[in-house]
């Protein structure tokens, strides 16, 4: 026997080997052993093991049982174990246990009004001053930008419009150019500007357009039961002109009646259109995140009309299938209404879209023609168990868009600890 025919024989003998290996149920189960396992106090969970692997494990903050072809791991209190898969004896592969706190939250679907008062104010555009040498805009020529914010002029506070008139008026009378602290991207510089006469009367203008607060209706998510604590429409709040996120200084949450609905069509979201006053305040707002608005109730404002707390889910434990969504239609009666969740991400890091969710509840495809504008934050439901938030709509069928997993709206509301901060997340 040649040497070229030992060696294609062995190559064979190899090959056929390594196949067999790759296809048995030992190294099947190898490949299909988690890396990662993430549960809530006293839940349980189990998967398949072939009965020839063993699984080691150490701790006490699961409840961990090798059965012949099953594992059971059951939490027991926060913290994180470690488990092993063992072939012929030898730990061949890890498995990281977390056991995260049960928490529950009370779920919202009231219709929320939403004031902020930006920090300082934003410049949302220029305009040309008419001025007896041609028309300029001052602003612009000192490289002040569309999205900055003013905080500072002449070394006086900025805190809405209305700080700003009298100062430019006086520095134009003087003569002298305005020291200005912008804020810009998280960085704060300094613009000198010179005010200009407006031709038509006696007035000094920036060549600026300016705002200082922004308005809208959204719906509530959850209440925390002991703090109070809540958190709404799963997305952040930016601004109309510049799309760009709004720094809160302040602002506040009121009751909102809902009035009508602009149904959605294809290529047209809908609306919910709402009427609320100032005398409605039932919180404040501390944050505006890409995750949704948080801050705290006020002593004495009404937690939900679904008042009894509820289990949450992690992104990993969502399902695709049939769900339920609680929002308002008309007035202020919370209702819920059938969906289905089309995908889910089992997301290891903080991210907003982390569900397709579609409509399917004829009542309210008859009252909106699918999701529409105010809807978000509108709490999903799943088996009993609060799992996250309606955030956007699909332009071109209103009928579906994406949720938020709850899990990182807790996180981001200083709820619930535990990976990495939504904080750091950037769209």
């Known amino acids: 026997m040649n040497f070229e025919k030992i060696r294609k024989l062995t190559g064979g003998f190899l090959l056929v080997s390594l196949l067999l290996c790759v296809f048995s149920q030992p190294f099947q189960q190898y490949l299909h052993f988690p890396k990662q396992v993430r549960l809530l106090e006293g ?18 903050s699961a409840e961990i049982h090798a059965h012949q072809h099953t594992v059971s791991i059951k939490g027991k209190s926060a913290g994180k174990e470690e488990m092993f898969l063992k072939l012929a004896g030898i730990p061949v592969k890890k498995t990281e246990v977390e056991v995260h706190p049960n928490i529950k939250m009370i779920p919202g679907g009231q219709s929320i009004g939403v004031k902020l008062n930006t920090l300082g104010v934003l410049i949302v555009g220029h305009h040309l001053v008419q001025t007896d040498k041609g028309k300029f805009s001052p602003g612009e020529q000192a490289g002040i930008e569309v999205g900055d914010m003013i905080l500072e002029m002449n070394g006086k506070k900025i805190e809405n419009m209305s700080d700003i008139a009298p100062i430019v008026q006086q520095a134009g009378e003087e003569g002298k150019p305005l020291d200005a602290v912008i804020k810009r991207d998280g960085q704060t510089i300094r613009k000198t500007i010179k005010p200009l006469k407006d031709k038509s009367g006696q007035s000094y203008k ?27 429409l799963g997305h952040v709040i930016s601004d109309m002109d510049t799309k760009k996120p709004i720094v809160v200084e302040k602002g506040r949450i ?29 919180g404040n707002i501390t944050k505006n995140s890409p995750f949704g608005i948080f801050g705290q109730l006020d002593p004495g404002a009404k937690d939900s009309t679904y008042a009894k707390p509820m289990p949450i889910a992690l992104s990993d434990q969502v399902k695709t299938g049939p769900a339920k969504i609680l929002t308002v239609v008309d007035g202020k009666k919370v209702e819920a209404y059938s969906i289905k969740i089309v995908s889910t991400i089992p997301q290891k890091f903080p991210a907003t879209k982390g569900m397709v969710i579609k409509i399917t509840d004829p009542e309210l495809l008859k009252k909106t023609g699918g999701i529409v504008q105010g809807m978000s934050g509108s709490p999903i439901i799943q088996n009993g168990r609060l799992v996250g938030a309606v955030t956007h709509v699909f332009v071109n069928d209103p009928t579906s868009g994406y949720g938020v997993h709850i899990e990182w709206m807790l996180h981001e509301a200083g709820i619930y600890g535990g990976g990495k901060s939504p904080s750091a997340f950037k769209e």
């Open 43 to 60: 839940q349980q969970i189990e998967f398949h093991k072939t009965s020839a692997a063993a699984v080691m494990a150490s701790g006490n």
């Open 206 to 232: 920036l060549g600026l357009y300016i705002r200082d607060s922004a308005a809208g209706i959204g719906t509530m998510t959850f209440i925390d039961p002991k703090t109070k604590k809540y958190g709404a």
């Open 254 to 282: 009121v009751n909102s009646v809902v009035t009508s609905i602009e149904k959605g069509k294809n290529g047209s979201p809908g609306e919910k259109l709402a009427r609320f006053t100032e005398e409605g305040r039932i």
